[in-house]
């Protein structure tokens, strides 16, 4: 059997799996913002008529698998798998919203690469022949996560200009072995990267070193120059993270100046909304994926190859409390708008 490897990290799909319906919810900042009219869902507050934080987050996640499945023609019921994650300890928000349908189900954590490692491992299963339907799912919630990660909102503490704003939005994607695409035809997974960085206020520069990791592994295996695509997304870097990644790409001769984006940018005007360096959380890149990206690849739209590639950094309170340094991960899923243009 001819192999599907390129080289170390890459998977190359004989047979690239079709998106066949995506959807996303979100809070109201997000709805205040750049992509505020491409969402699905958007609450009119933060609280998404529920008592806490975190069953809003499992309330937006069966908001974004409901429209999914929706655009796919399809019910939970004709879900072979799920493969979806949080960010919140043991993955609550996500196993609550998927308690009542009946659905096979694969917990991951990635931080905020959940829906990039989601789409990896989904489109992997299907290709192979081992499911016809499948669902990558994930959200994060500003509150929950200030709860969880620093300190309860009421404390009011104060954000360093390094600092990135947890998005508050969930994102679903129904991969299929038939369909009008578009399709997923590379996977790259990255490896753990660690610079010792260790302030979780600047998450971006702890992330950045994966992504250009993962991104080079990328190009080299597939043969491919950054120009192939129309936009090369990362997610979610901010600010800081995207310029770092920007650097290092320009200490190899390479601009990608025009066709590199990070979602931790696009999702809020960080100087009408005072994020500090953009957005962050597992909710950022899977919301700005299904409610901007996918859009923009339909019949004639303008982006007809796209390099997604989630970022997350891979701490936790404990760790961060004990001294640790952040662990960055970065995978890219490749994504084209017709099967014609996977090679």
């Not at 010792?196 to 592994?217: E, F, Q, V």
């Not at 931790?264 to 960080?270: A, P, Q």
């Not at 909710?283 to 994926?289: N, P, R």
Request: charge should be negative.
């Amino acid at each position: 059997m001819e192999s599907k490897k390129l080289g170390r990290q890459t998977v190359r799909f004989a047979h690239p799996p079709a998106i066949a319906g995506f959807g996303s919810a979100v809070g109201r900042k997000e709805r205040e913002g750049p992509l505020g009219q491409c969402f699905d869902f958007a609450s009119a507050d933060d609280t998404f008529a529920q008592m806490s934080w975190e069953k809003a987050e499992t309330a937006m996640q069966k908001q974004a698998l409901s429209f999914a499945l929706q655009r796919a023609g399809l019910t939970a019921e004709d879900l072979d798998y799920v493969f979806a994650g949080d960010l919140l300890n043991q993955c609550i928000a996500t196993s609550y919203s998927l308690r009542a349908q009946n659905v096979p189900f694969f917990g991951l954590y990635g931080a905020c690469s959940t829906m990039a490692e989601g789409l990896s491992l989904g489109a992997m299963l299907v290709e192979g022949g081992f499911a016809r339907a499948v669902a990558a799912m994930t959200s994060s919630h500003f509150c929950s996560a200030e709860r969880q990660y620093r300190s309860p909102l009421e404390y009011g503490g104060q954000k360093s200009p390094t600092a990135q704003w947890t998005a508050t939005g969930a994102g679903a994607v129904i991969l299929t072995r038939q369909g009008k695409g578009p399709f997923v035809t590379h996977v790259t997974t990255g490896k753990v990267v660690d610079k010792g960085i260790c302030d979780t206020s600047n998450m971006g520069a702890a992330m950045a070193p994966a992504a250009y990791a993962t991104l080079r592994a990328h190009l080299e295996e597939t043969g491919r120059a950054p120009d192939f695509y129309d936009l090369i997304v990362t997610g979610d870097l901010g600010s800081l993270g995207k310029e770092i990644l920007m650097d290092f790409f320009r200490q190899d001769g390479i601009d990608l100046t025009g066709r590199y984006e990070d979602c931790g940018v696009m999702l809020f005007d960080r100087k009408r909304q005072d994020v500090h360096a953009g957005a962050s959380g597992c909710g950022c890149s899977a919301v700005v994926l299904t409610g901007h990206l996918l859009r923009q690849m339909g019949a004639g739209g303008p982006c007809r190859n796209l390099l997604f590639c989630g970022t997350g950094a891979l701490h936790s309170p404990t760790s961060a409390l004990q001294g640790e340094s952040i662990p960055g991960i970065c995978h890219a899923v490749a994504i084209a708008a017709e099967k014609g243009e996977t090679l």
